[in-house]
């Protein structure tokens, strides 16, 4: 059970929202409205899913931070094994349905589209964290877990760069489509940001000296 009192519901919506991208795939299927290439078209929306909750999951402590709201810390690593989820997904409706597990060809393309190699990155760098996301890792490891779950900064990073370039925008040069990947590119650098130590400290203080000081308001 939820440690909140009552209907866990922060959970339930987490797991309501985790096979909602795959539910949505089925309905397109069943009901034709997938593009005209749906093999496609069910790859992006799986790489689509992944991003949403990657970047869901690097929200968690700058929820908490700016609101002090505990509930949603828990939360994290159900956002986090999404996220992997749908990654390997991703990756497999590429390789394996697209591709027919062609490793030759596969190879091919990992060396000659960056994106693609960049992809493969990402879910490289989520595999250790998925692996080790249980408790019985966190108490083997001790402060190694803490190090290595760092990599999810780094996979924040390259999966916005690979979302870029999939679309075939140029987030340096800000040429191409690139308003879509430019926008979650600058969600993830805030992110990051709050996640630093000293601004991380700066937003907690302020954010309980506002609420001492409408505590004072409400009983004045």
Known sequence: MSR????????????LLGVLPLASIFFAALT?????NPIQDIEQRLGRAALYFLVASLAVTPIYTLTG????????????LYAFLYASLHFITFAV???GFDLR???RLILEKPFILL??????LLLPLAVTSFDYFMRKMGKKWKSLHRLVYIAGVTVIIHYAWAKKGDLFALQGDILKPLLWGLLVVSLLVLRIPAVRRGVSGLRQRVAGRGKVLKSA
């Open 105 to 107: 060809e596969i190879g």
């Open 69 to 80: 709201w505990r509930s949603v810390l828990p939360r994290r690593r159900a956002l986090g």
């Open 4 to 15: 909140d009192k009552g209907f866990p519901w922060p959970r339930v919506l987490v797991h």
């Open 119 to 124: 992809g493969l990155t990402t879910g490289l």
């Open 32 to 36: 034709g409205r997938l593009t005209f």
């Open 97 to 99: 349905i697209d591709y």
